[in-house]
């Protein structure tokens, strides 16, 4: 992983820096000079490519991309996840673990710069940059997933030969597809043991729900072993020299192929065959092509087959996926997915457009229509209602013309050596050296002093970061995950570009709430500001951490995703952030929710000193329960009138504002009678105000001091009663979080027996647990009788069967369930695949996991016992998250070590007052 490797690889970004340098200073150059340093620009983002590696645990990402960066000519050596020597997992505790828990950014070209003919393998000569991101595969990094998924613009999903399409696969395909993201599959460890390649062609079919498009097929000989691939694409074989480093390919044509090996000859010819008559199926330019070559699959050139194969790719929704064969430990097939990752995914233009957002306004759109002034002037007269500051449609389009860039800032490290890292997407225009960058979130500028180009752990700096492309920024002091950065020319420092500039969001991302939960104690008073210190930086590093504190122990929290999240986040702080502090044992997130309404509104005032000040302030709260399953509650809205605010709010709560006086704009209905609103407190302040003061309140509830789950919220608002000279945003947030609070404190008391009026809620997670057949019945036998869990579907869920095992369960299967969960809408559902008519070639040397055309009968699985993987069963349940901690241990004795499982939170539901009083009399038996 040598420094001395960097620069040579640094070329390709250098120019394209400068590139995009000339394209910055249009202004200054002729007519000709611009025009070509366009074309320059252009060509350069479409030679880049930003790609995922996205897959289960341990089906190989790690090893896939190291065997990349070895091709590319980036490392000198073969990188090994057991020895701990990889470029992309340097983390202490990823190469202790074996594991990856970070996801790391790479660039490097292939093929690699000064390739004067084309590699072993290859095809092309042109070098493209690739920047790639090496994602985590376990369930509990999954927002490390997300956030990654959120600027990439193709991904390749990996699978393991042996164990097919896994849970969590399915998980990152659904999230995939919420985002758009052309993918291809690579299915890995084809030199292993058990190995079936035709069967998990089948079941990417069955399980992700696409057309396999099968273009390499696994070249085993006599023996069993993995010498190489055939390229059903270019009508060849590759076969790999036994034992080296993978750069040694002998190409056998078709023709010299038949005396070699007759059998894979034949096979190519009908993958050939079958791979044409699946891209006519989806791609009208293939049909003129197959009858151009007169209804000759064979003679239809790769370059037509490879354009085919890209127009299905890219399609929305992606019906067909193209499918690689290889082993990346053994070095075998790693050369052509390079090529096709090239050849089949987009560049940064061929995307969609980003989804932007304005402000308060909350008009929504495509970043290059509000470049263009389109939907600036759509929002001008929304915002020209209620600002007095309004900007006209022409001064918002001159103020365009100075946007130097928009980034959204999708990562933030603490590098012990270079401080803070901000990994950035620009998608507009070119973010510069010491170019000041505006925050339209935390409306703040930052400097950019320097800017680098990373390569996993090390990194190089650079001139600027050009649109399209990953780059990082470091020594930014608040930037966050999530942020949008904006580049403008003369901006003012405090202040910031001119509106709407200055509220311009990139689709932010959204984070899944934390069910587990640790206590951190400072082991003295003054190591408390360091802990916090340290606190703040692991948030801004990880956004799905949550730190709270306990206002009756005093007690800091830190929340989770799950135990290992925790336990990583407790490393991290304490080895790597060195900070000194007794850490509890995890402890689980629970909820409370009334049963009964309060008997009569509340009205509380708020009359102290805030900063110096006196302010004062007033109103009026109701609180009543709400249905705990979010759909049901949508049902059950109230027609909304101009005096009436609804707002959702975070845990199925939501909040009802009525101001019977005021117009929408916050105006008086009648102003002869009522006074206006002062300047200071226009009403989407005032609102703001009241939605922040009912989420403190929510944030502890009155009866077990657990947040709150499930809860109307209705405030009165009266400017002649509630408003006083002295009243400012923060007393009506103050009055708003009282009067929330006094309303929740009559509930419970007026509940039945006194002090019954609330009941505590416990996480509920959607479980999918892979096990094999002996298996089955001791692993259900547990989840019913000895956790408490429902068992949802057996099998993967794909056909009838599961929606039969539980009529009410929010999706037909996994797959179905995953897609809701990662926020996929009917438009994102995908028809079924026949997986009867799915070509998959034959596994002669899968043992036990051969495919049987009665496992995959009928395009589903059969409905008794769902027989998907020939010994593999899956169970969906749902299990309380309580009965879940510990589990992988259970499962494994359970299953002799073959057991695993991924769950995420599927709802939160109400406790019994047994298991309840369980709970709590557990919980006090560890303080006394």
């Not at 980036?74 to 992309?88: M, Q």
């Not at 005096?643 to 909040?655: E, G, S, V």
């Amino acid at each position: 992983m040598g420094l001395r490797w960097l620069p040579r690889q640094c070329g390709l970004v250098g120019r394209l820096g400068q590139n995009h340098h000339h394209h910055h200073r249009l202004f200054s150059t002729t007519p000709r000079q611009a025009h070509a340093a366009q074309q320059d620009d252009a060509v350069a983002t479409s030679r880049t490519r930003n790609i995922g590696i996205i897959a289960h645990i341990d089906a190989g990402k790690t090893t896939t991309t190291e065997r990349m960066l070895y091709y590319s000519g980036y490392t000198r050596r073969l990188g090994d996840v057991d020895e701990g020597s990889t470029v992309t997992d340097f983390l202490p505790a990823e190469r202790a673990r074996g594991i990856t828990i970070q996801s790391a950014a790479i660039s490097f070209a292939w093929p690699p710069t000064g390739t004067s003919q084309p590699l072993p393998g290859s095809h092309h000569l042109t070098p493209h940059n690739l920047n790639l991101i090496d994602t985590p595969g376990h369930a509990d990094f999954t927002f490390e997933v997300l956030r990654s998924l959120r600027v990439l613009d193709g991904a390749v999903c990996i699978l393991d030969g042996v164990a097919g399409v896994e849970a969590q696969t399915e998980k990152v395909w659904a999230q995939a597809s919420a985002y758009r993201i052309p993918r291809i599959v690579f299915v890995n460890k084809l030199d292993r043991d058990g190995a079936a390649f035709g069967k998990t062609v089948k079941e990417v079919g069955l399980r992700l729900h696409a057309w396999p498009a099968v273009c390499n097929l696994p070249w085993w000989n006599a023996e069993g072993k993995l010498i190489g691939v055939g390229d059903v694409v270019g009508l060849q074989g590759m076969r790999y020299v036994e034992g080296g480093d993978g750069k040694q390919i002998d190409l056998v044509s078709l023709h010299e192929l038949e005396s070699q090996d007759a059998a894979l000859a034949a096979e190519l010819r009908e993958a050939r065959t079958a791979l044409i008559e699946l891209l006519s199926e989806h791609d009208d330019e293939m049909v003129e092509k197959y009858l151009e070559a007169d209804e000759d699959h064979l003679a239809i050139s790769a370059a037509d087959v490879t354009a085919s194969l890209r127009r299905c790719t890219l399609q929305h929704p992606q019906m067909v996926v193209p499918v690689f064969a290889g082993a990346s430990f053994r070095n075998v097939g790693v050369q052509p997915l390079l090529d096709s990752v090239i050849d089949l995914l987009p560049s940064p233009a061929e995307r969609p457009d980003p989804e932007v957002s304005l402000g308060s306004s909350g008009t929504k759109g495509g970043l290059s229509a509000f470049l263009s002034g389109k939907l600036t002037a759509a929002a001008a007269p929304e915002r020209s209602k209620t600002s007095s500051k309004a900007v006209s449609k022409d001064k918002a389009t001159l103020a365009l013309q100075n946007l130097g860039a928009c980034a959204l800032a999708f990562k933030v490290v603490a590098d012990a050596r270079r401080g803070v890292l901000v990994y950035v997407r620009v998608y507009s225009g070119a973010i510069t050296r010491n170019a000041p960058l505006w925050n339209t979130i935390l409306q703040s500028t930052e400097r950019a002093q320097r800017l680098l180009k990373m390569y996993a752990n090390d990194a190089v700096d650079i001139e600027s970061i050009p649109a399209g492309q990953i780059g990082v920024i470091p020594g930014l002091k608040f930037a966050r995950t999530g942020d949008t950065l904006v580049s403008y020319t003369g901006a003012h420092p405090k202040n910031g570009p001119p509106a709407p500039i200055n509220t311009l969001q990139l689709r932010p991302i959204a984070v899944p709430p934390p069910v587990f939960f640790v206590s951190v104690e400072p082991n003295s008073l003054a190591e408390e500001k360091p802990i916090k210190e340290a606190l703040a930086l692991l948030l801004r590093e990880d956004p799905s951490l949550h730190v709270s504190v306990d206002e009756e122990s005093g007690q800091t929290h830190l929340a989770g995703m799950g135990e290992l999240h925790l336990e990583i986040a407790r490393d991290r702080l304490i080895t790597d952030l060195k900070a000194k502090a007794r850490i509890g044992s995890i402890e689980i997130g629970y909820r409370e929710t009334l049963t009964n309404p309060n008997p009569s509104p509340q009205t509380a005032l708020f009359d102290r000193e805030i900063g110096g000040k006196n302010s004062k302030a007033a109103c009026t709260a109701s609180v009543s329960p709400l249905s705990s399953s979010p759909d049901e509650s949508e049902g059950t809205l109230q027609p909304k009138n101009i005096h009436t605010h609804i707002f959702p709010l975070p845990d199925n709560n939501r909040l009802i504002i009525t101001t019977p006086t005021l117009n929408p704009d916050g105006s008086p209905l009648d102003p002869d009678h009522h006074p206006p609103l002062p300047d200071h407190l226009p009403l989407p302040t005032l609102l703001h105000a009241f939605q922040t003061g009912v989420l403190a309140a929510f944030a502890r509830g009155t009866a077990f001091g657990y947040p709150v789950h499930s809860v109307q919220v209705r405030l009165h608002f009266l400017p002649d009663e509630h408003l006083f000279p002295t009243s400012s945003p923060a007393a009506f947030s103050s009055a708003a979080r009282l009067a929330v609070q006094a309303a929740m404190r009559e509930a419970v008391h007026e509940g039945s027996g006194g002090g019954g009026g609330a009941v505590m809620m416990e996480p509920l997670m959607l479980v999918t647990i892979a096990v094999d057949e002996q298996s089955l019945g001791a692993v259900v036998h547990d989840l019913s009788s000895a956790r408490g869990g429902a068992v949802v579907a057996l099998g993967s869920g794909s056909d009838g069967s599961a929606e039969e095992a539980d009529p009410s369960s929010s999706g037909a299967g996994v797959a179905d369930l995953e897609e809701k969960e990662a926020g996929a809408g009917p438009q994102h559902r995908r028809p079924s695949v026949e997986v009867a008519r799915i070509y998959a070639p034959p596994d002669p040397f899968a043992g036990g996991h051969e495919t049987n055309s009665s496992s995959f009968s009928g395009g589903g699985m059969s409905s008794a016992g769902g027989d998907d993987a020939a010994g593999t069963k899956h169970i969906l349940a749902r299990v309380p998250l309580k009965e879940m901690v510990g589990y992988l241990k259970h499962l494994r004795s359970l299953t002799a070590g073959r057991g695993t499982f991924t769950m995420v939170v599927d709802r939160f539901e109400r406790m019994s007052g047994q298991r309840q009083r369980g709970v709590l009399s557990e919980m006090r038996g560890e303080f006394f």
